[in-house]
């Protein structure tokens, strides 16, 4: 199993420009999330996916957009890119049974906007 | 709303030699679990702590979860280099099965020979 994986791995964009970040999992997981990490913050939730078919803001959500496109794949997406969006993005899944609350995160994108 | 404070944001240890880090929430947490992020690397889920007053350990690493589930530590004992890295604790306050967690900064690592 690949687990958790992101694409791309970097990305440079320019102001204005917009861009999907895609993740996917084959754990079967229900629940999916997209963070981001920037210096001495920790992780921030962006958007979370409870189930397939739901969506929610998390703490971060301005600037952002995602869709739960199927149980395996959630993207995120930024329509008009801004340097505050330097970052780097991590994608994360968990099952929602047998009482586990482990995160799996992906490898992240690192995300550079001029 | 909820927050999560994490101490001391950065560590010098000598190998060998022991350290602790601590966290802290402004609410009570009805679990708390702990991550370990490489240098580079993603987080990597190391332990859920779910019972007031609850002690894991796992090797060299012990975990508490205080008494009143609003604080916790993360205490390594003889250091290795490979212990380098960035400790975070993440705290829920729900016991929804799609677990949101509120991270701490963290607590970087820096292991000297």
């Known amino acids: 199993n690949a687990g958790v994986t992101q694409t791309p791995k970097f990305q440079v964009l320019k102001t204005g420009q917009s861009m999907t970040l895609q993740c996917a999992q084959d754990?079967?997981?229900?629940?999916m999330y997209w963070y981001r990490q920037d210096p001495g913050m920790g992780l921030r939730l962006i958007y979370y996916?409870?189930?397939?078919?739901?969506?929610d803001k998390g703490e971060v959500p301005n600037g952002y957009n995602v869709s739960r496109l199927n149980k395996r794949e959630f993207s995120l997406r930024l329509e008009s890119a801004a340097p505050s969006q330097t970052s780097v993005y991590f994608c994360?899944?968990?099952?929602?049974?047998?009482?586990?609350?482990?995160?799996?995160f992906g490898p992240g994108t690192r995300l550079t906007v001029l | 709303g909820q927050q999560v404070m994490q101490i001391p944001q950065y560590q010098h240890v000598q190998e060998g030699e022991d350290f602790t880090t601590y966290c802290n929430s402004s609410?009570?947490?009805?679990?708390i679990q702990w991550y370990k992020q490489r240098p580079g690397g993603h987080p990597v889920f190391l332990i859920q702590?779910?019972?007031?007053?609850e002690v894991k350990k796992q090797k060299r690493l012990t975990f508490q979860f205080g008494e009143a589930k609003k604080n916790s530590s993360l205490h390594i004992t003889a250091t290795q280099t490979t212990d380098v890295g960035t400790y975070f604790c993440?705290?829920?306050?729900?016991?929804?099965?799609?677990?949101?967690?509120?991270f701490g900064a963290g607590t970087q690592v820096v292991v000297t020979p």
């Open positions: 994360a899944s968990k099952t929602t049974t047998g009482g586990s609350n482990e995160q799996f």
């Open positions: 754990m079967n997981h229900n629940s």
């Open positions: 996916s409870a189930s397939e078919g739901t969506t």
């Open positions: 609410t009570t947490l009805s679990n």
């Open positions: 702590l779910v019972k007031s007053g």
């Open positions: 993440a705290g829920s306050t729900t016991t929804d099965s799609w677990g949101k967690l509120q």
